[in-house]
T-cell receptor, first 112, second 116 residues
């Protein structure tokens, strides 16, 4: 069974710190990886997509992909209280270009 | 309107009612999706439509019936639902064959459904 695993948290970090969110996936042939942010009562909002091994940076966010180890991570630098949300990892497994499989999400709290 | 819109935003219905959820995307995408999000559970994909054709049906009970009249509109018809069907129902859209070669999905605000 194709799975995406995340620590449910909650993860608490102080304001200004780096928040590190991790995700592992079961299918070695997976090709595309996404991080979504979901505020309580709201819909998921795309933060980052990553397709190649290595790092991808966008503002305060950095996605890191290691296909050999089958994990993808999201780093949030200079964390702000407004970053407090649930972060969802999503993976497109091989052979299913349009079917995203989501992890259960990691709840992040940034303490002022 | 921009992005992906959904109506209604909230819906309360009895188990014998029939209702419909509506989704409209203003992004020019060619694929649309229905997801269910229950408390403490991962997002569950229900249906996928590509160019108005249903390409995925993830073992969804027949009391949920999708309809996609064109690439911009998607409906989810509901009848004889159960209390355990109470959840947030999310619509998403994507453009297949984008520059990355893989779809990036954009979500609507969702419909919060309560079945009494």
């Amino acid at each position: 069974q194709k799975e995406v695993e995340q620590n449910s948290g909650p993860l608490s970090v102080p304001e200004g710190a780096i928040a590190s969110l991790n995700c592992t996936y079961s299918d070695r042939g997976s090709q595309s990886f996404f991080w979504y942010r979901q505020y309580s009562g709201k819909s998921p909002e795309l933060i980052m997509s990553i397709y190649s091994n290595g790092d991808k940076e966008d503002g305060r966010f950095t996605a890191q992909l290691n296909k050999a180890s089958q994990y993808v991570s999201l780093l949030i630098r200079d964390s702000q209280p407004s970053d407090s949300a649930t972060y969802l990892c999503a993976v497109t497994f091989s052979g299913s270009a349009r079917q995203l499989t989501f992890g259960s999400g990691t709840q992040l709290t940034v303490l002022p | 309107e921009t992005g992906v819109t959904q109506t209604p935003r909230h819906l309360v219905m009895g188990m014998t009612n029939k209702k419909s959820l509506k989704c409209e995307q203003h992004l020019g995408h060619n694929a649309m999706y229905w997801y269910k999000q229950s408390a403490k559970k991962p997002l569950e994909l229900m249906f996928v439509y590509n160019f108005k054709e249903q390409t995925e049906n993830n073992s969804v009970p027949s009391r949920f019936s999708p309809e996609c009249p064109n690439s911009s509109h998607l409906f989810l018809h509901l009848h004889t639902l159960q209390p355990e069907d109470s959840a947030l129902y999310l619509c998403a859209s994507s453009q297949s064959g984008g520059t990355s070669g893989w779809d990036t999905q954009y979500f609507g605000p969702g419909t919060r459904l309560t079945v009494l």
